[in-house]
């Protein structure tokens, strides 16, 4: 194929950036070629880090930062942080290729977040897409035959470069147009980091993010245990992102089908969870110390009852004869007193 | 040049970012945009935001369990 740039310019790529080193790499490899490179990072509201950290008080003393937007800073490469929260929703929702090991529609994800980098590519006239993706280091979407199911599903084709396993793939159009030297790139395989390690020593990176994956909350066991839940107790799969958010939060313990508790851990949930009162019966312990609890879903005056006892477990009175609390239901407050539940009446199943 | 004010409060990283990288677009050069957060996280990332697109960063502290960055729209 010839190249389709007639008047060259400085080649422009853009880059899947995660905030792993992987992507990192691979930003850094292209950009070391003279490619003029931008980042891309996608904000679909199952992402890990940002959200713990701001929520717990365990998380709050740890350092607090965006990582993507750290590689890209460190990369010397802007950043644009984009939402798709509403249009990941079909992703999720109904992935054709299915899910992994959790509720994670990796390789409909992969195809959905290229495909997004195509998209933007075109409106802001660059010239293809990079990815730190290593073949055979994941087993849904990085493995030898699902390369090429994101190359066509994103629309992609051979506009799509994986700097680290190029060598490992037919060449690309920026690799046949020379816009990058093929034999600059990488042959990485498998699920040892210690190539992508060794990379990152020569290149000089010392600090990095966790080396692989982890930021998506889907790949979660607990996390998607409380999505499929969810959507089982509404009778469909539709959520919005307040939904996918309380899921992050808290202890969540369903008793009966119409309603469960969500019970905050700590100060900081507690702290959080007030910003939903508004729109949540919730319990307010009033007698001792104790977590704020948010009840989803309809609920007779026996379940706000029986959610007392059930919360009453959470606080200090937990020994104690009565607890009282604050139930607001429907809008309106009443004080309620209730005997905590011991624990083994709080039953295993009950807890998401 | 204006002077604006966003309210990123109640939201979580990275969504202060992007509602300041949206704000952002709709601005000039030299306008001056002040984002008043709750989560902690915007206290380093939004700065680094700017940093890496090429915008000033006037003030970023917290105050009061806020977060109050104030920012100047660089050179497009």
Excluded at chain 2, 26 to 49: F, K, N
Aim: proline share 6%; glycine share 8%.
């Amino acid at each position: 194929m010839t190249d389709p740039n007639p008047n060259p310019r400085q080649p422009r790529a853009v880059a899947l950036i995660s905030g792993g080193l992987d992507s990192m790499l691979a930003a850094r490899v292209i950009s070391d070629q003279g490619v003029h490179v931008e980042g891309l990072n996608f904000f679909t509201g199952f992402c890990v880090e940002g959200h713990t950290h701001a929520i717990r008080n365990r998380d709050r003393k740890r350092a607090k930062r965006n990582n993507a937007l750290w590689v890209a800073e460190q990369l010397g490469i802007k950043l644009h942080i984009i939402d798709v929260i509403e249009e990941y929703k079909e992703v999720v929702i109904n992935p054709k290729h299915g899910y992994g090991a959790n509720m994670n529609p990796c390789l409909d994800c992969k195809s959905f977040m290229v495909g997004k980098a195509r998209e933007w590519m075109t409106a802001h006239d660059f010239d293809f897409i990079i990815t730190g993706e290593v073949v055979g280091q994941r087993p849904m979407s990085q493995r030898r035959s699902t390369f090429p199911v994101v190359q066509r599903e994103s629309g992609a084709g051979d506009l799509l470069l994986r700097p680290l396993c190029a060598k490992r793939q037919p060449p690309t159009l920026p690799e046949r147009c020379g816009w990058v030297d093929r034999e600059a790139l990488f042959d990485f395989s498998g699920r040892s980091r210690k190539p992508q390690m060794a990379l990152a020593t020569t290149l000089g990176i010392e600090e990095y993010a966790q080396p692989a994956g982890g930021c998506c909350f889907l790949t979660d066991s607990a996390y998607s245990r409380k999505l499929r839940d969810l959507w089982q107790s509404r009778g469909n799969k539709r959520y919005e992102l307040d939904d996918i958010m309380l899921l992050k939060v808290g202890r969540h313990i369903r008793p009966k089908p119409n309603f469960k508790l969500i019970v905050a851990r700590d100060a900081g949930e507690t702290h959080y969870l007030q910003g939903y009162r508004s729109r949540f019966n919730h319990l307010t312990m009033t007698s001792h110390s104790g977590p704020l609890t948010l009840l989803e879903g309809e609920v007779t005056a026996d379940d706000v009852e029986l959610a007392a006892r059930i919360a009453a477990r959470y606080g200090q009175g937990r020994d104690a004869g009565s607890v009282e609390f604050d139930a607001v239901v429907g809008g309106l407050s009443r004080v309620l007193a209730v005997q905590p539940f011991e624990p083994e009446n709080v039953l295993p199943e009950w807890v998401l | 040049m204006s002077r604006q004010v966003l309210d990123a409060r109640h939201l979580l990283c990275p969504l202060p970012v992007i509602r300041t990288q949206d704000r952002v677009k709709a601005l000039q050069p030299g306008d001056i945009l002040e984002v008043r957060c709750t989560d902690p996280g915007a206290l380093s990332d939004i700065p680094a935001w700017c940093r890496i697109n090429g915008h000033a960063v006037l003030q970023a502290d917290e105050q009061a369990e806020e977060v109050v960055v104030m920012l100047q729209v660089g050179p497009s």
